[in-house]
């Protein structure tokens, strides 16, 4: 158990369609990043938000947008779904942006939600 | 860009065999990598390799960094049915915004009774 919880956690969606995905992230922790991972593939970046703001993207278009509350909690939304975008959508928390390991900032990553897209 | 890359893609072994999986990096202002263990969903992690030529242990893992080759290796020793996962490993660079983590493709590993 990380603490890190993900709603929900399948889902199927119709491609054109628009998804938001929730992460709770561990208590105390105010750097919530989000990863996409396809079928056979590695996790790629997609943002990381701190302290409610966009701290940093990957290499994706401007439909995946995303927020973070006061609570630290964080969505994910992605617009105008493609059949490409069918992944496993992983959240992670920690407690800095970039503090020092292994003092106590773990990057801990929740159950994901699988997003199939037909 | 910068790049992770593992190796090998997949593995099938039997109990009571050693696994060496590699993972090599190229990319700019290293600052540490780090091993984990995907079993169904959420990775879990394994260890952070931040200095070379240090090795970290684990019961019956370890692991060591070589930052003049720019690789890493994660070594099972007497492994179980229960090490059978996908092996992930992910570098975290000085640049990069907060604890981004960039991901290799993985090694499955199958451990066969």
């Known amino acids: 158990e990380t603490g890190v919880t993900q709603s929900p956690t399948h889902l199927i969606k119709t491609r054109g369609q628009q998804v938001t995905l929730r992460c709770s992230s561990q208590s105390g922790h105010n750097t919530v990043s989000w990863y996409q991972q396809a079928l056979g593939q590695g996790p790629q970046f997609i943002f990381q938000?701190?302290?409610?703001?966009?701290?940093g993207r990957g290499n994706f278009p401007p439909r995946f947008s995303g927020l973070q509350f006061p609570n630290y909690s964080s969505e994910l939304n992605v617009n105008a779904l493609e059949l490409d975008d069918s992944a496993l959508y992983l959240c992670?928390?920690?407690?800095?942006?970039?503090?020092?390991?292994?003092?106590?900032?773990?990057?801990?990553f929740g159950e994901g939600s699988w997003l199939t897209v037909v | 860009e910068d790049k992770v890359v593992q190796s090998p893609l997949s593995l099938v072994v039997h109990e009571g065999d050693t696994v060496t999986l590699n993972c090599s990096y190229e990319?700019?202002?290293?600052?540490?990598l780090l091993w984990y263990k995907q079993e169904k969903k959420a990775p879990t992690f394994l260890f952070m390799l931040?200095?070379?030529?240090i090795e970290k242990k684990s019961g019956r893992l370890s692991s060591i960094l070589d930052k003049k080759e720019l690789f890493s290796i994660l070594n099972i020793t007497a492994t179980q049915t229960g090490d059978s996962a996908i092996y992930l490993c992910a570098v975290i660079m000085i640049k990069a915004a907060g604890n981004k983590l960039t991901f290799g493709g993985g090694t499955r590993v199958l451990v066969k009774p």
């Open positions: 990319v700019t202002n290293f600052r540490s």
């Open positions: 931040t200095s070379s030529g």
């Open positions: 992670a928390s920690s407690l800095y942006p970039g503090g020092d390991f292994p003092s106590g900032n773990t990057i801990y």
């Open positions: 938000y701190y302290r409610e703001e966009e701290n």
